[in-house]
């Protein structure tokens, strides 16, 4: 079902920047809706972290970044700490097949 | 402060039937849209489907649309989702989710803790 791709994983050393890409097509991000990323940490709830492309909510941190260009988005994560250590998703509306909310294939970031 | 609190893990045969339970608070239940994602094991997130308290309607993904059924109780404040005949492929992790947005920005901003179903002989 998964429509929006990202990369299986992605690693980096503490202290680094790591980058996690979505893409997606004409008919979801492409379409002008906005993407939205989530956390989810080994064993819990996923846990909303940016949306509307690039707003934090109250409570995460600075080093948590999203931008958006044409049909693609990206996370990126600054000072890469252990904690941040979980899989991320991306997620946006598809206007295909009378309207869905799509997830990312997700991406799992290790900190080495 | 928003809270979705989800009925505990179920263990069933392959042909029962099965209703899990979602009580939300902290906010206006009837003025926003409460819905349901599913995680199976080892694998990502997919949502099934979606109703307005306010008003019972109901929105499916085209991949689970006659797999479950989603309802709400305004008066307990509880959505639920139901199967009326489980198969081994429903056993997953499944998280209530609270759906907000508007035209151009639709978003799940709060997560129920899980329920876990299993389902096997």
């Known amino acids: 079902q998964a429509v929006l791709t990202q990369p299986p994983s992605v690693s980096g050393a503490p202290g680094q920047r790591v980058t996690i890409s979505c893409t997606g097509g004409?008919?979801?991000?492409?379409?002008?809706?906005?993407v939205h990323w989530y956390q989810q940490l080994p064993g819990t709830a996923p846990k909303l972290i940016i949306y509307?492309?690039?707003i934090r909510p109250s409570g995460v941190p600075d080093r948590f970044s999203g931008s958006k260009s044409g049909t693609s988005a990206s996370l990126a994560i600054t000072g890469l700490q252990t904690e941040d250590e979980a899989d991320y998703y991306c997620q946006s509306y598809d206007i295909s097949l009378s309207g869905c909310y799509v997830f990312g294939t997700g991406t799992k970031v290790t900190v080495l | 402060e928003v809270q979705l609190v989800q009925s505990g893990a179920e263990v069933r045969k392959p042909g029962e039937s099965l209703k899990i339970s979602c009580e939300g608070s902290?906010?206006?239940?009837?003025?926003?849209?409460i819905g349901w994602v599913r995680q199976m094991p080892g694998k990502g997130l997919e949502w099934l489907a979606v109703?307005?308290?306010?008003?019972?309607?109901?929105r499916y993904s085209p991949s689970f649309q006659g797999q479950v059924t989603i309802s709400a109780d305004k008066s307990l404040t509880t959505a639920y989702l139901q199967w009326s005949s489980l198969k081994a492929s429903d056993t997953a992790m499944y998280y209530c989710v609270r759906l907000i947005g508007a035209a151009g920005s639709f978003l799940f901003d709060h997560w129920g803790q899980g329920s876990q179903v299993i389902v096997s002989s």
């Open positions: 509307g492309n690039s």
């Open positions: 004409s008919s979801n991000i492409g379409a002008g809706y906005d």
């Open positions: 902290g906010y206006s239940f009837t003025s926003s849209w």
């Open positions: 109703i307005y308290p306010g008003d019972s309607e109901t």
